[in-house]
C-alpha cells in the first residue's frame, strides 16, 4: 500500500479543482468569515457601564451564586 487509506475518495478540495470551481469556492469562503456577524464582540450599554464601574474600582456585591442565578433566570 501507498500509505494512502484505500477506503478514501477524493478530497473537497480535488472535487472542486476538477469541476474548475476551487478558487470561485475559495473566495466564497473568505468573504463569508469576514461577513460574520461581529455584534457579539461589541459591548452593549449595560457592559460599558458595568467595565466603567470597574475602572472607578466600584465594586457590586451579587451574594450567593444561587441568588445571583435565580434573580439572572427571572430577568428573562
Request: net charge negative.
Amino acid at each position: 500500500m501507498s500509505g494512502k487509506n484505500q477506503h478514501w475518495g477524493s478530497t473537497l478540495d480535488d472535487f472542486l479543482h476538477e469541476e474548475g470551481l476551487y478558487e470561485a469556492a475559495k473566495v466564497e469562503a473568505a468573504t463569508r468569515v469576514i461577513k460574520l456577524d461581529a455584534s457579539c464582540l461589541i459591548p452593549n450599554n449595560d457592559t460599558i457601564e458595568a467595565m466603567k464601574a470597574a475602572r472607578r474600582v466600584e465594586l457590586i456585591t451579587a451574594g450567593k451564586p444561587d441568588a445571583l442565578l435565580e434573580k439572572l433566570n427571572t430577568e428573562d
